[in-house]
């Protein structure tokens, strides 16, 4: 039986529809991220399961009862939000411990809990300080410790990292992921950052305007992506999309034509049945780390060489077709390639990633 249960859940602010029917099961202990871009509708997802926003419609189950009008408080959930949400008077200590303490729990019961909590996430050092003595870090800690305390059923945190610098966030991302491991307690996340959704969860949910375009493992929506919008959302650099024209349409593959294939056209074998026709226009995705600049390749473009960035260990190159697409590659260590350089770029037919017009992978 699955821990958390979405059933036709929507959610609607006036003409504004911000949860379109979704309908997701989680299993105990599991791990699953909310990612999308702004405005898609995750935190009011989140938002309706710790009952702090009320449901336009649907169900929600936690644990196997129906918490659809529950009262947040009666849910054993804990939420941690982007914004601290600290008491500035208080210390540490009794920022921790003060849903216990209006839950009427005695003080003796308290302070260990409080400890216990200050341990498991290292801040014990920190107790007597007052946030406005802590880094953004440690005063996020202190937001998960006041969740942890409460030994809830449910953690849910709504993009707790994003107001950390880019040191910390990766720092409190492996926190967040060793305290899940820790706890084995079930774990709902809303982030728009899609490397925390790949590090963090065991399934993702992609939203977009209210819906859910896929949910899988991060593997999954890497390797497998339903559509364009999941294959450009997952993987850093973005994909790179190519609109080609199909020249002949079989069953299980497809010729396609342009201008930087050496011989005009390449024949793909497709994932999917599709009802592609001769004609059509349809696009070509690759992933940055799978255009390489040598090695056997099925299928080649020319391209030439615009800008260069060396990171380091790894470079990424931006260069166009003759007919204006932009494409980036990632290569590995330090390439020297000068602008206007002409270059053939390649990609195993495996690593080639065909989308109709609507989008859907084929
Ligand atoms: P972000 O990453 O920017 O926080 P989000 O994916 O979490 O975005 P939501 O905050 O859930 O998105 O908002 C979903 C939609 O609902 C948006 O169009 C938003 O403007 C709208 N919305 C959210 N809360 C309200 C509200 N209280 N009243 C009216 N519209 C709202």
Redesign the pocket.
Known sequence: MSFLRLDNVFKT??E?V??DHVSLEAERGEFVVFV??????????L?MIAGLEEVSGGRIEIDGRDMTDVAPAERQVSMVFQSYALFPHMTVRDNIGFGLKMSRMPRSEIEPRVLEAARILQIEELLDRKPRQLSGGQRQRVAIGRAIIRKPKLFLFD?PLSNLDADLRTQMRVEIARLHEKLGVTMVY?T?DQTEAMTLADRIVV?RA?RVEQIGSPVDLYEAPANSFVAGFIGSPKMNFVPVTVTAAEDRSLTLDHPALPSGHVTLATRRPHAIKTGEMITLGIRPEHLTLDGPRAVSLNVAAELVENLGGTSQIYVRTERGESLAIVAPGRQHIAKGERLSVGVEPAHAYLFDREGRAI
């Open positions: 602010f006036g504004v911000a949860v999308g871009p702004s405005g898609c509708g995750k935190s009011t997802l938002r993009e809303v728009h939203m209210g």
